[in-house]
């Protein structure tokens, strides 16, 4: 008798998987957007729509009138137990389906990367496409700009999907991040200071509690997040088309190809130098350390430092002219760098993946 198989393989990509879903409950999703978006501007509504495409506030609103019966309710009704963080972040990453697969050793490394503190905040006002779609392992995230129409600021919006193994479902948890200064740290700790505010103004004391040790705790996930949008920005990228993607997209005519999200691959070839770095500083001969102590072994290379790898960091600088007009600000990359091993650096490949 052949083994059931499972209901859902963890490995997939989560944010696909939940795109499928959500494509089945309203077949016309990408038009419902459309429509509602046409409404929200007729109705008065003003954003730049070269950064936001689809505001949550709007959203939101349509999905209270669904939920309360409103017969003015429009769009999204079979979406209705859906949060309106990721109907906006569906829609919007409906214009481009392109998928961010980050090598894992390579993630551990750029999310540590020092000096992000230094990078402007601003930098995040210019994303490659209006919702990106970021892979680490099992986790998906999708990450974009929405418009605070209350308080006339931008916020990073951060949707992360992940894999629940006992209810074998995928679950997801909303973020955001208020660009209310050109610091990371200030932009979290007025994000956190608003958002307290938000649930005492809301009468929910309990939830301002809990809303600041989650944001203090899971600081991490605007970090990480924040790394791979740099990247993904930065000059020196290392980012190619999946070659199994590729031809998978080929086979299907111009139309049909996209319907196939397209898998960049960022991070792979650095990431497998990080992995021979590493096993350049493990002795794997256990009989040749004991024949050579480190210390003669470092004398006779000439080095004075244990074989270590120097932390990654980000460098920005401006390029062209204020008085021309194209004065912009250029951010890179500058990987990790093997001290005392035979590998000297780990520079990445350029490749343009504009096309």
Known sequence: MAKRKKKVENKRILALELYKGFLKAEPD??????????????????????????????????????????????????????????????????????????????????????????????????????????????ESRFTY????????LYELRIERLFFNDDENRIESRSYFLTLSSDKLQKCIDHTISSGIDNYKRMGLPEFSEKF??????EREIFQSTIQM????????????????????????????????????????RVGAEIRNVREINVYKNEAEVNEQNLDTLLSAAGSKKTPHVRRAHWHHFWIGSEKAGNRKLVIRWLPPIAIGSRLEDLAPVVHDIRA
Not at 212 to 217: A, G, L
Not at 239 to 263: H, L, Q, W
Request: net charge neutral.
């Open 29 to 138: 999703l990408a038009d419902q957007a459309k429509a509602a978006i046409e409404d929200f501007k007729a109705q008065g509504a003003k954003w730049d729509e070269n950064i936001v495409y689809c505001p949550n506030d709007k959203i939101l609103l349509e999905i209270k009138k669904a939920r309360m019966g409103d017969p003015d309710a429009k769009y999204f009704k079979r979406l209705r137990n859906a949060t309106a963080g990721l109907i906006s972040a569906v829609a919007t990453w409906d214009l481009s389906k392109v998928i961010y697969r980050f090598d894992g050793d390579f993630y551990s490394e750029l999310k540590e990367t020092e000096g992000i503190e230094k990078v402007p905040v601003n930098m995040l006002l210019h994303l490659p496409y209006k919702c990106l779609c970021l892979q680490i392992g099992d």
């Open 229 to 268: 949008i740099l990247f993904i920005l930065s000059q020196n990228v290392d980012i190619v088309e999946n070659e199994e993607n590729k031809k998978a997209r080929k086979k299907y005519t111009r139309s049909g190809a996209k319907e196939i999200p397209k898998v960049l691959d960022a991070g792979y």
């Open 212 to 217: 600041e040790e989650t944001y203090r705790k």
């Open 145 to 152: 700009l929405n418009y605070d129409f209350e308080f006339k």
